[in-house]
């Protein structure tokens, strides 16, 4: 397959995108296909560039901070548009963007107007996916457990009271349309909620406030509508966050979980339940907290979920038998047929 690897872009997460973008050029390269790498917010990126990347360190120890990523995204659609691949340009376009226009249906709908055929899914579950509030409603929607929340937005915060009577402390607080847990918090006084939701105005115009669910982190990816083995995410810190995500040895990733049968077959079908709810496509992953009464609560769904040496994708695929080139080529061969199905 002639294939154009998206990667880059201007959200927050342009770090590990870039990681997840070089990692899988090259596992398609090594299946044989003829791959070409394009930064959505810099142009084109050449071989020697990417050796280069690849020889440092492209994720940090921290995601660029609003400031850092204003200038980026002062261009407009219009510029990055120019950047996508043309209909005939490539076979498929692969896409390893991680947040922002990138995975909230933004270069879904202009590969779609292009006739561009993509990984992921569709530009209307990107959006529905990447905002977190009406995942939330269609996943209850569909039977799948989803921990009490409220939204805050800059006209309409809730009041400390409120967030103590509705879902008690802790809570999480975090920007709606975010990934990689950007401007999280775990807020355990009603002193520090002020401050957490202005940081997680930052990042977003809306905020969610949602019950904290003590117990086990687990994860589940879903390929082409198949449950791949559950995995469960031990941090060293008490949330998964970026630095966990993408620090070696700051996590312990087990695949598969250490689960019952019964256990690992009700968080698949839950996770499969998300999947349908949401009308993913390809890939995705979806995050659940476990309790010690074994109930499951879905966290968010990744359409676009990380593809480096630290994610999890590539762990759960491993614990499959599927090696990170030949997943690669899947997920890109999903894309082709989801572009030859008929429409309506």
């Known amino acids: 397959m002639r294939i154009i690897v998206l990667m880059g872009g201007t959200s927050s997460e342009r770090d590990v995108s870039l990681a997840s973008g070089l990692r899988i050029a090259g596992a398609l390269r090594e299946r044989g296909h003829d791959v070409r790498s394009m930064d959505t917010a810099k142009g084109p990126i050449d071989l020697a560039a990417e050796q280069q990347m690849l020889a440092g360190s492209v994720v940090g120890q921290a995601p660029p901070t609003p400031e850092e990523l204003a200038q980026m995204n002062a261009e407009s659609v219009a510029d990055m548009a120019g950047r996508l691949p043309r209909r005939g340009e490539c076979d498929v376009a692969f896409l390893a963007l991680h947040g922002g226009r990138g995975e909230d249906g933004t270069i879904q709908a202009l590969l779609d107007l292009a006739g561009v055929p993509y990984t992921g899914s569709g530009h209307l579950a990107s959006a529905l996916a990447m905002d977190k509030d009406l995942s939330k409603h269609l996943m209850r929607a569909h039977d799948v457990q989803t921990a009490d929340w409220l939204m805050a937005r800059e006209d309409a915060i809730p009041t400390t009271e409120a967030v103590g009577d509705v879902l008690g402390w802790p809570v ?142 590539p762990q759960a695929a491993a614990a499959a038998g599927i090696g990170f080139p030949e997943l690669c080529e899947r997920i890109a061969r999903l894309a082709l047929d989801r572009a030859s199905a008929p429409v309506g």
Not at 176 to 185: E, F, M, N, R
Not at 206 to 215: A, H, L, S
Not at 235 to 246: L, Q, V
Not at 276 to 288: P, V
């Open 172 to 313: 999480v607080v975090k920007p709606s349309k975010q990934g990689s847990t950007v401007g999280l918090s775990v807020v355990k006084a009603a002193s520090d909620l002020s401050f957490a939701i202005a940081e997680a105005f930052r990042h977003d115009d809306e905020v969610m406030i949602e019950r904290f669910i003590p117990g086990r982190e687990l994860t589940v990816t879903i390929l082409g509508g198949d449950a791949l083995p559950v995995g469960e995410i031990i941090a060293k810190k008490e949330i998964y966050d970026y630095e966990c995500k993408y620090t070696p040895g700051m996590a312990e990733e087990i695949f598969p979980a250490a689960l019952s049968m019964a256990e690992s077959s009700h968080v698949q079908e839950q996770a499969r339940r998300a999947f349908d709810a949401l009308k993913l496509s390809g890939c995705a992953r979806i995050d659940f907290r476990m309790k010690a009464s074994t109930e499951f609560f879905c966290l968010e769904a990744n359409t676009l979920p990380g593809m480096t040496g630290t994610s999890l994708v």
